[in-house]
């Protein structure tokens, strides 16, 4: 007895009101069920499934994931959309797609996929693509496509680049750089890093907070310049470095600028060469491709490419895949690009995680033996016996994992509570938290009574629940940027430097804390928690009442403004100048200038259209940010976005203190079990790259 079809796969029709249907309750993107209208209209007889899996193919992208995997889909259907959590009041739902799915196969999907109008196998002009059981919107899978195959080409010729290296003078440099190798002791990986990537076009550096990404790619360029500059190059190695934020460029800068000062030169004419042809400047990506406004087209591209001969790229964990097939189409043939970055934090709010699929397997390392041996001639570095495989893939051996926290020691309970969080123990996570007041770390469960809450932690930054001493500092919260405000206001006759310092002096106290929400909405998302903050800083008489614009305001950029030189991220605090009569009653935003250079950009409000209040911010947007205290506030019921990710992003936002403010307890708990699972068939891609390099280097040996 045949089981009978789903109403709602009956025919196009029913299937797109049920879409419609999805649509007002939230579950689905309008623009979700208008793809699955258009493709209905250009092939009137194309089947429900094949208009269904266009829908979900489409919301998959909205929420982060490059493809639809339809075994995935079949086994789970209701992760597929948007669906409330449970528990969350839903007025006369409509079927879910668990109900509609039931009894499809796979065979029966695919069959119903197989129209060569709409959906293709690979390279074509259709508006689908189905690869490896996994449905695409076409220009996600020829941005898959062409990371592989870029990866694949600058990975070709490393066994010859290796080879032509000078592996003496690798060694000298690398020794005057870090330090003479000692006899004893473990493996170096930051020396590591710089000798493997001295020897290939593409190089990926990962790791976490602390562990030296950006003091190992300075002496990496001093490195590769050294060398370039030591074999009789009149020129230096043209060199630039980017971030995808200007709060990230900002932070870069500063560090690079540090690190540069810091290196180990030669005193003579070559050391002071190889120093200055080491760039501080940053820009953000965007700006480095030349994007161009309401347009998914930069000014840099195979037939215009960037005039550079390395790029450098920060916080890569944070660029998505259409993005990062922007930057490989920018680059010359012959350019090296190294990617920086922490491959467990979240991936990019957009779809994909390029830097977390290209560092699957950094954890295990995977360096052949051939790997291994060079490395150990050219650096010293000894590979340890548990990372050797024989069978190490390509793509592994030009991928570094920094394993020491230089911020985080053994005894931070900051670092232990990440590391618990990064390895999916609870247990661990639980005992650090539970184990009584600790300098650095507090767990607060809530119990249904956030306002009181609020006030001692978010505004005072709950100091008496931290282990803290007489001699020690202790976190600050909201309110002490505003007392800083108002006790440090240089008068009315303030010279402009005056007010400069002024400026500088409060952003630098608002640095000192920031909450952060897993959601934007709900009672415990940013929005409600924006105006509980301003209500309660209202009430101690830290902020002025009525009016969106007031002395304190602190504020968000959320897009790139060019004419300002403002950045998504960017962040700002209202302030009063001593003037009268100007519009806006005499505030201005005070901005970092977001190049490092400790400047200011002073903006009138009117000018913000892209702004949002920031007492509290969703942990995504605080990627690439640093506090002194972070305070993770987490959402009362089980929410998909409540991941292990998202938890070591904001527990490596803080610098001294950490708080996690929970509803009632176990939401830790629950959130460390979950992972981000981002659809992608970007690591298949990238293996099938490599192997078909190996292939043809082997046929023209």
């Known amino acids: 007895m045949t089981r009978p079809e789903p109403a709602a796969l009956s025919g196009p029709e029913p299937l797109l009101q049920l879409l419609a249907r999805w649509v007002e309750h939230g579950w689905l993107r309008a623009l979700d ?26 919301h998959q992208f909205g929420r982060g994931h490059v493809c639809l995997d339809l075994a995935a889909a079949l086994a789970d259907p209701d992760r597929a959309l948007s669906l409330p959590p449970d528990g969350e009041p839903d007025a006369a739902p409509p079927p879910r797609p668990s109900s509609v799915l039931a ?13 060569d109008r709409l959906v293709g196998q690979g390279a074509g002009a259709t508006p689908l693509v189905l ?4 449905l695409y919107l076409r220009r996600l899978w020829e941005c ?55 020897g290939t076009r593409f190089a990926v550096i990962t790791g976490g907070p602390g562990t030296g990404k950006t003091t190992t790619v300075v002496r990496l360029l001093a490195l590769l310049q050294a060398l370039h500059l030591g074999h009789g190059a009149q020129a230096p190695l043209r060199i630039r470095l980017a971030a995808p934020t200007g709060k990230a460029a900002a932070r870069l800068n500063l560090s690079v600028a540090g690190a540069v000062h810091a290196l180990a030169m030669p005193a003579d004419a070559l050391g002071a060469h190889i120093r200055a042809a080491i760039p ?7 700006r480095l491709l030349g994007s161009r406004p309401d347009s998914r087209r930069f000014r840099h591209h195979p037939g215009h490419p960037l ?44 779809a994909g995680a390029v830097l977390g699929e290209i560092c699957a397997r950094a954890e295990a390392g995977h360096y052949t033996l051939d790997t291994a ?12 016996e548990g990372m050797r495989d024989p069978g190490g893939e390509r793509l592994d051996q030009q991928v570094v994992m920094l394993r020491r926290s230089y911020r985080f020691g053994e005894q931070s309970a900051i670092g232990r509570l990440a590391r618990a969080v990064n ?22 469960v809530l119990r249904g009574a956030p306002d009181t809450v609020l006030e001692r932690h978010v505004l005072e930054g709950g100091g008496p629940s931290f282990a803290t001493g007489t001699d020690r500092a202790r976190p600050s919260g909201h309110a002490a940027y505003l007392r800083r405000m108002h006790e440090a206001h240089p008068g009315a006759a303030a010279t402009p430097d005056a007010l400069d310092h002024w400026a500088r002096d409060v952003l630098e106290a608002h640095a000192g804390f920031q909450l952060l929400c897993a959601v934007r909405r709900g009672p415990w998302g940013v929005e409600t928690l924006n105006r509980r903050v301003e209500a309660a800083l209202r009430a101690e008489g830290l902020i002025p009442a009525g009016g969106i614009w007031y002395p304190g305001r602190p504020v968000i950029v959320t897009a790139n403004d060019y004419g300002l030189g403002l950045m998504n991220g960017d962040i700002g605090v209202t302030l009063a100048l001593p003037a009268q009569g100007e519009a806006g009653g005499g505030l201005r935003v005070a901005f970092p200038a977001g190049d490092g250079s400790g400047g200011l950009r002073w903006v009138l409000p009117s000018r913000l259209a892209n702004v949002e209040t920031v007492y509290a911010m969703t942990v995504h947007k605080a990627q690439g940010s640093e506090f002194d205290h972070a305070a993770l506030l987490l959402p009362e019921r089980e929410n998909p976005v409540l991941t292990r990710e998202l938890l070591y992003t904001a527990i490596t936002r803080a610098r001294r203190w950490f708080t996690l403010l929970e509803p009632r307890e176990g939401v830790l708990e629950q959130a460390i079990a979950r992972r981000v699972l981002r659809g992608s068939g970007l690591g298949d891609a990238l293996r099938r790259a490599t192997v078909r390099m190996d292939r043809d280097a082997d046929d023209d040996r």
């Open 423 to 444: 390895g999916s123990d609870a247990d661990a996570a639980r005992r650090i938290t539970a184990s009584g007041p600790l300098p650095d770390v507090a767990r607060i």
């Open 307 to 350: 005039p550079l001969d390395v790029l450098v790229v920060d916080e890569a964990s944070m660029i998505d895949l259409e993005l990062m097939t922007a930057v490989f189409r920018a680059l010359p043939a012959q350019a090296r690009l190294i990617l920086l970055g922490d491959k467990d934090q979240l991936a990019s709010v957009e």
């Open 373 to 384: 041996a060079w490395l150990e001639r050219v650096s010293g570095e000894a590979v340890p």
């Open 103 to 115: 009894g499809t196969t796979p065979q029966a999907w695919n069959a119903a996929l197989g129209d």
């Open 144 to 198: 898959e496509q062409r990371i592989a195959e870029a990866v694949g080409e600058r990975l070709g010729d490393s066994a010859a680049l290796r080879a032509n290296l000078d592996a003496d003078a690798v060694r000298a440099w690398l020794d005057r750089l870090f330090g003479a190798k000692p006899e004893a002791g473990g493996t170096d990986w930051q020396r590591a890093a710089c000798a493997l990537a001295a």
């Open 280 to 286: 501080t400047e940053v820009s953000t990506v965007h």
């Open 131 to 134: 690869a490896d059981q996994r």
């Open 33 to 58: 069920r208008s793809f699955a209208q258009f493709l209905h209209e250009q092939v009137p007889e194309a089947p429900p499934l094949l208009l269904l899996g266009a829908a979900l193919a489409s």
